[in-house]
T-cell receptor, first 112, second 112 residues
Framework: SQTIHQWPATLVQPVGSPLSLECTVE??????LYWYRQAAGRGLQLLFY??????ISSEVPQNLSASRPQDRQFILSSKKLLLSDSGFYLC???????????FGPGTRLLVL | AQSVTQPDIHITVSEGASLELRCNYS??????LFWYVQSPGQGLQLLLK??????LVQGIKGFEAEFKRSQSSFNLRKPSVHWSDAAEYFC??????????FGAGTRLFVKA
């Protein structure tokens, strides 16, 4: 069966520091991968999605970037964090066979 | 533009009472439709989905949803709510392509 992992689970970072969040999927090949951000009390905002290695689509201009160095690995990064980057970051995957997105457990990021 | 509306920000029901969470979407054709549930600090879990066929869809945890094309709605129901159902519920629409559009969510409170 397929599983999705995210780490770290929680992160507290100072403003201006770099960021790297990792997401990996097991049990499937060539998944579509997604990064979402969820601000407190808000819905989900799609940040990036990827349909293959090295292929990244950005949904909103911001302080973040994404990379997909391997088929089942998706990384969210920032060179310098802003206070507004605080939130709950969710990774998800889907396949072309099943249109459903399946979510990871999330990473809580607090920028101070 | 496609959109998903969940008109109720929060709902409170008594344990054992019935529940209906509303969802309306804006899209020309019939999209793929989903309901997810999120417990605090967790990722999103798929409750049910509708792609085609029978408009009444059964999901996990005793939930069901009915697709009504004429009303562009996909409301979630449960005949008897348990305290463990307290969570946030998201309706989502996939009109086509890679993106899924999420509603803002409805937070469910269950009182004893």
């Amino acid at each position: 069966s397929q599983t999705i992992h995210q780490w770290p689970a929680t992160l507290v970072q100072p403003v201006g520091s770099p960021l790297s969040l990792e997401c990996t999927v097991e049990g499937t090949s060539n998944p579509n991968l997604y990064w979402y951000r969820q601000a407190a009390g808000r819905g989900l905002q799609l940040l990036f999605y990827s349909v293959g290695i090295g292929q990244i689509s950005s949904e909103v201009p911001q302080n973040l970037s994404a990379s997909r160095p391997q088929d089942r690995q998706f990384i969210l990064s920032s060179k310098k964090l802003l206070l507004s980057d605080s939130g709950f970051y969710l990774c998800a995957w889907s396949t072309g066979v099943d249109e459903t997105q399946y979510f990871g457990p999330g990473t809580r990021l607090l920028v101070l | 533009a496609q959109s998903v509306t969940q008109p109720d920000i929060h709902i409170t029901v008594s344990e054992g009472a019935s529940l209906e969470l509303r969802c309306n979407y804006s899209y020309g054709a019939t999209p793929y439709l989903f309901w997810y549930v999120q417990s605090p600090g967790q990722g999103l879990q798929l409750l049910l989905k509708y792609f085609s066929g029978d408009t009444l869809v059964q999901g996990i945890k005793g939930f069901e949803a009915e697709f009504k094309r004429s009303q562009s709605s996909f409301n979630l129901r449960k005949p008897s709510v348990h305290w463990s159902d307290a969570a946030e519920y998201f309706c989502a629409v996939k009109p086509g392509g890679f993106k899924t559009i999420f509603g803002a969510g409805t937070r469910l409170f269950v009182k004893a």
